[in-house]
């Protein structure tokens, strides 16, 4: 499990650090059916996009925050005191690289860039423990340097979808030490099992929550940090006053409600089904070259193919977006990421991939 210095601007080791799925379906994106972007497809439902409009008579009046922070708070049995609200889960990375003060941050790698792009922006050198597939892309804390005093680490991970256990993750918390892992995708997991959302006894600990996935509001901006008090108000010293909008305030309060998590939970089961369908169905081309990583647990896969890059052009002429691994370090141009979607919209895509695979069989 290789640890890499990275000090260079740019694009470290080849790895656009800004490219993101949503690169994939911008300009004839409206032609693509979208398994590029991890956002839950149908959303926002009606009763969140009712809320969200009902807001808008109130947008002469500056943003309150009070009542969606202490709904998230509530959520998660915590005090107000450890709750941060920001615009999605990017702009607390951007906190985190220019508020804290550190001297070694790791990144755990493949993992989402941002947190590594807004680090390296902050003018910080960045370490990278990379993962492998031979080894599942499961973490083994002891590759982690004892002299990092920033970890950053996603679970579920993007792009891979390994869900690490809670306890693999404590093992990396200690004194002097600030240890962030993002549960960007945690809500589409069963039960929220391996989170650390809630614990107050983990030193360092900073978990990250976003509400744009399962509920369709990338174009909105809402997330929130969970931190010890100190490390939450360092962070909001660093915010610009009124960090989010009205409307964004509204929807993160709605859906802390009973009915929103129960709808949360709902969905969290038919992703894994939905995501069962589509495993199953790639495994029909392992002749091919076609591999999972997994087991996976998030709303995608990880799919390494021979001629991946040449792949996912040609499905793009036969209707179908998906996200490009080569951007994410630790991996390269034979892995891509498939977003799951229903399974009518899958068995789809897999007739498209068999027409796309054929050609290289050919």
């Excluded at 962070?235 to 305030?249: D, F, G, I, K």
Aim: aromatic content about 4%; glycine content about 8%.
């Amino acid at each position: 499990m290789p640890t890499e210095g990275t000090a260079a601007a740019g694009h470290p080791g080849g790895h656009d650090l800004r490219h993101h799925g949503d690169a994939e379906v911008r300009d004839d994106g409206s032609a693509l059916v979208d398994l590029a972007v991890n956002v839950r497809a149908d959303t926002p439902p009606r009763w969140l996009r009712e809320r969200v409009a009902a807001s808008l008579s109130g947008l002469a009046s500056y943003p309150d925050g009070r009542a969606a922070r202490a709904a998230v708070a509530a959520r998660h049995g915590l005090p107000v005191e450890r709750v941060l609200l920001t615009a999605g889960a990017a702009e607390a990375f951007v906190l985190l690289a220019r508020a804290l003060k550190v001297r070694r941050p790791v990144v755990v790698h493949p993992q989402f860039t941002e947190p590594e792009a807004a680090l390296r922006d902050a003018g910080h050198s960045v370490d990278r423990v990379v993962l492998r597939a031979e080894d599942g892309f499961r973490l083994d804390p002891a590759a982690v340097p004892e002299t990092a005093d920033l970890v950053v680490v996603g679970n579920p991970t993007n792009p891979t979808s390994v869900l690490h256990p809670a306890r693999t993750l404590r093992r990396l918390a200690r004194p002097g030490r600030t240890l962030v892992v993002d549960e960007a995708f945690m809500d589409a997991v069963p039960g929220e099992r391996e989170t650390l959302a809630g614990e107050v006894d983990v030193p360092g600990l900073v978990v990250l929550r976003s509400l744009t996935k399962t509920w369709g509001l990338a174009g909105l901006r809402i997330g929130y940090v969970l931190a010890a008090p100190e490390t939450v108000a360092d962070l909001e010293r660093a915010q610009p006053l009124w960090p989010v909008s009205t409307p964004a305030l509204v929807a993160a309060e709605a859906c802390m409600g009973a009915q929103a998590l129960a709808e949360a939970a709902h969905a969290a089961h038919r992703v894994a089904a939905d995501r069962a369908h589509l495993v199953a169905g790639l495994e029909e081309f392992a002749v091919d070259g076609v591999r999972v990583a997994g087991p996976a647990e998030g709303p995608f896969v990880l799919v390494r193919l021979p001629g991946a890059d040449a792949v996912r052009r040609r499905l793009r002429t036969l209707g179908f977006a998906v996200r490009r691994g080569d951007t994410f370090p630790g991996l390269d141009e034979e892995w891509l990421r498939l977003a799951v979607r229903d399974r009518a919209t899958v068995n789809r895509f897999l007739q498209a991939l068999d027409q796309a695979l054929a050609l290289t069989r050919g």
